[in-house]
């Protein structure tokens, strides 16, 4: 398992937002956490990836206790984090914006990557990624003109120049076409398949979910009321009745 959450817990106030929440991540799947609205869903995710810290439990990746690293410290250890809006630079061309992210992993300096042959490594590098995501013919276009499932595809992209072995992805679907959800779909099963990488997706379209993961962990009100594979989930009482007044439509 690449990643175990054991008992995070955290309130506000009166309320507890995650209530001892536990699951594990195998490695190179694709692991959906959903829930209706306020289930605790982005507050775990922030638990996790250190945007706040615990009132108590711990998050292990791979084996090693990450709970309150910093998210920093978490990227250069492999998770990688996408966020429900793009941190896309949407004046600069689509290679620049992962040649940036390639730069801040290295920690090359200003002065240092002007030299010509660092500048054409990570001009390859950010040639390579973009391949990946199928976003080569359009390295030179301006990041902000992308289509919608383009512009998350580039987020991906600049995930990637991290080098992660685990993504975790907010919401990637949000807001999106048909269309733009299905280029996004097949590249989050592309992480999976030919990169070898773990995915943990926050998500609402449901019917993708069922589509997408290997395995789903569905919260209400800040617990873990399931943990299993899609098809058990579907046929789950204690999800079907939580999901009673949402859109449960799968
Ligand atoms: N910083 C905060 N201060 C106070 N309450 C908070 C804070 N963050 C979240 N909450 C509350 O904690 C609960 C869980 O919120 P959270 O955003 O984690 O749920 P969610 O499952 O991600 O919801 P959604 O699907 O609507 O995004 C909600 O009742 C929310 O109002």
Same mark, same amino acid.
């Given at each position: ?26 490695? %190179?799947? !694709? ?5 209706? /609205? ?22 292990? &990746? ?10 920093? $410290? ?6 990688? $984090?996408?966020?429900? =809006?793009?941190?896309? &630079? ?12 390639? =730069? ?5 300096? $200003? ?14 590098? %950010?040639?390579?990624?973009?391949? +990946? ?19 998350? #595809?580039?987020? !991906? #992209? !600049?995930?990637? %120049? ?15 076409? =048909? ?12 992480? =999976? ?11 609402? *379209?449901?019917?993708?979910?069922? $589509? ?12 873990? !009321?399931? *943990? ?5 989930? +579907?046929? /789950? ?10 859109? &449960?439509?799968?």
């Amino acid at each position: 398992m690449i990643l175990k959450v054991e008992g995070l817990s955290k309130s506000f106030g009166g309320l507890k937002a995650v209530n001892d929440a536990r699951f594990a991540v195998a490695e %190179a799947s !694709i692991h959906s956490i959903i829930g209706p /609205n306020g289930a605790g869903k982005t507050t775990l995710f922030n638990l996790i990836t250190g945007a706040i810290p615990p009132d108590s439990g711990t998050a292990t &990746f791979d084996n090693v206790d990450i709970t309150r690293w910093t998210p920093d $410290r978490l990227a250069r250890a492999g998770l990688a $984090r996408t966020f429900q =809006r793009t941190s896309i &630079f949407k004046e600069l061309p689509v290679d620049e914006n992962v040649a940036l992210a390639i =730069r801040a992993r290295e920690g090359i300096s $200003r002065a240092v990557w002007q030299s010509r042959g660092d500048a054409q490594m990570v001009a390859a590098e %950010a040639r390579d990624i973009l391949a +990946r995501v199928g976003l080569d013919s359009r390295a030179n276009a301006k990041a902000g003109d992308l289509a919608h499932g383009f512009q998350r #595809a580039l987020d !991906i #992209a !600049i995930g990637l %120049a991290l080098k992660p072995r685990l993504i975790l992805m907010d919401e990637p679907l949000a807001g999106m076409s =048909r269309g733009d959800r299905e280029t996004v779909a097949s590249l989050i099963t592309m992480l =999976r398949d030919t990169l070898g990488l773990t995915v943990v997706v926050v998500e609402h *379209d449901v019917g993708m979910v069922m $589509r997408l993961s290997d395995r789903i962990t569905v919260m209400q009100h800040g617990a873990v !009321i399931a *943990d299993a594979p899609p098809d058990e989930i +579907r046929d /789950n009482a204690a999800v079907r009745s939580a999901y009673l007044h949402g859109s &449960f439509a799968a």
